[in-house]
């Protein structure tokens, strides 16, 4: 997935490394984290873990694929 950092000035080249800024990185791992609490949190009251898993699974697919969540 390529970086969402958008340039702050057109004097900055652009990055050849292809590599994502870290607050990307950083963005991404607490989204990540929220998910798995969130996961776990609705797992034990009112799904089963199965069910939890596979809504997980599902949104996680879709950050993938879009960038973005359901």
Do not use: K, N, Y
Not at 18 to 24: H, L, M, P
Not at 48 to 60: F, I, L, R
């Amino acid at each position: 997935m390529a970086s969402r950092a958008e340039p702050t000035s057109g004097a900055e080249p652009p990055d050849a490394g292809g590599r994502r800024d870290w607050r990307d990185v950083a963005r991404d791992a607490a989204d990540l984290a929220l998910l798995g609490i969130l996961l776990t949190l609705a797992a034990v009251p009112l799904l089963t873990a199965a069910a939890a898993a596979g809504t997980a699974s599902a949104a996680v697919h879709d950050w993938t694929r879009t960038g973005s969540w359901p």
